[in-house]
Nanobody, 121 residues
């Protein structure tokens, strides 16, 4: 069964940190790329970061130097460490899986249910 389950969202102050986790089923884990996206109210879903099976990473310009994506191969889990948070990072964050290296949302086949991140100023 294909499944992605996010956790770790919540409330943080500007300048603070949160860590998101995405647990993947074995079938989903074998995909090439795991990614994180966010969606603010009334806006399109936007790319945040992606990591390939081999560990190559790619970040949106808005989060470079602040966010770090990583894989825990032993736990079939993808992590997103978010530091130096800003109010504009407030959104629902989604974990997703794609069969190829991509940052384009429609090329991701599987999605989690999302987790809310709220950053207060």
């Amino acid at each position: 069964q294909v499944q992605l389950v996010e956790s770790g969202g919540g409330l943080a102050q500007a300048g603070g940190s949160l860590r998101l986790s995405c647990a993947a089923s074995a079938q989903t884990w074998r995909t090439n790329t795991m990614g994180w996206f966010f969606q603010a109210p009334g806006k399109e879903r936007e790319f945040v970061a992606a990591i390939s099976w081999s560990g190559s990473v790619y970040y949106a310009d808005s989060v470079k130097g602040r966010f770090t994506i990583s894989r825990d191969y032993a736990k079939n889990t993808v992590l997103l460490q978010m530091n130096s948070l800003k109010p504009e990072d407030t959104a629902v964050y989604y974990c997703a899986a794609a069969p190829k290296w991509t940052k384009v949302a429609y090329e991701y086949d599987y999605w989690g249910q999302g987790t809310q991140v709220t950053v207060s100023s």
